[in-house]
């Protein structure tokens, strides 16, 4: 029986994402390149790494949880990996910068993910509005007559929106929200006013103008060294009283004590799927506020959207074995931006 060819594309992936990624069954080749699986749920640290080196694929295809990459095993160090193809988008847990920095090929979801973040913060933001929390699970006598007198609902149309953060997911929202022609304001450091403008968005002069002026404020932030803990307790009393405040940015720009605080002291509804530590601790404040709608991270997954993830990653891998260039490839600035 003749043996199989050597693989040149390695897929690592978690046995509970292979039928997410590929729902029509994982690749057994791509662009006339052998592919092998690799599942690493129960592999320990050095069964990983004698599996890589076995493998000696020149292209790694990687998802959510996956081990670290070492240098050696890439070409940078006398390895043969040439090209690391992420379906998901952070990539800082995979790579140090320094790989990226000395040449190693790495790539991600790209924008694939923002128009599916942005429908979510939507929903996020009207289930706020709309008090969700507080007749979700109401038993049946909280259905009569009059009923709704005391919920303070209110919708999109009545509310001043302020977005922190221009990326991809912002500007995503600003067009979801343009039917509902609610004025908008942004602030960015660094990004030139003009393009807010041209989003139809107003340019707030800083974070604290803006959060004086949005009664729903949305977090769409990169996290970097200088955003990290922006949102501290002296910015978060700058919201008006009643105002919803959404995060679905990063959970690290947020001081989460003061949050929870000033969210009692200002009767602030909340809508946070992103949390400085995740899994959020079951002795978080935050999961003792009333009205907060808390969801653990899930903002860019979706059926379909894993789907495309498989897809795109077979896509990008072709790329690379046809032309060397994939698409969507991570730059240093963009390493630096996320998390």
Known sequence: ??????????????????????????????????????????LSAEE??????????????????NPSIDREWTTLAGGTIEYVCHTGGGV??????EMLADGLLVSNWGPLAAPIVAEF???IMIASLRNLRGWLGAPPEFFSHGFHESMELRSI???????????GIARELIDLLAPFQAPISVFSEGVPPALIEN???????SLEVLCTEASVFVCLEALTPRTRGTLDRATLERLPIDAVFVNVGRGALVDETALAQVA??????????VFAEEPL???????????????????????????????????????????????????????DRAT
Not at 48 to 65: C, S
Not at 157 to 167: H, K, L, P
Not at 281 to 289: D, F, H
Not at 303 to 317: F, H, I, K, P, Y
Request: aromatic share 6%; with cysteine.
């Open 92 to 97: 800082r847990h995979l790579i140090t910068r």
């Open 48 to 65: 990983y790494d004698r599996a890589i080196r076995e493998a000696a694929p020149r292209a790694l295809i990687t998802g959510w949880g």
């Open 199 to 205: 989003k139809g968005a107003r340019v707030a002069e």
């Open 121 to 123: 913060t939507l929903m």
């Open 1 to 42: 029986m003749p043996s199989q060819p050597a693989p040149t594309i390695l897929i690592s992936l978690a046995a509970a994402n292979q039928r997410q990624f590929f729902p029509v069954g994982v690749p057994d080749q791509i662009a006339g390149h052998p592919c092998a699986l690799l599942t690493f749920d129960d």
């Open 281 to 335: 601790p079951a002795e978080s404040e935050l999961r003792s506020l009333p009205t907060a709608i808390l969801s653990p991270h899930l903002a860019g997954i979706t059926n379909s959207l894993t789907a495309d993830m498989g897809r795109v990653a077979v896509e990008n891998c072709a790329r690379f074995f046809e032309e060397g260039r994939p698409q969507h490839l991570v730059t240093i600035e963009a390493y």
């Open 264 to 273: 009692r002291e200002r009767n602030l509804r909340l809508a946070c799927d």
């Open 157 to 167: 149309r009545n509310e001043n929106v302020g977005i922190y953060g221009f990326g």
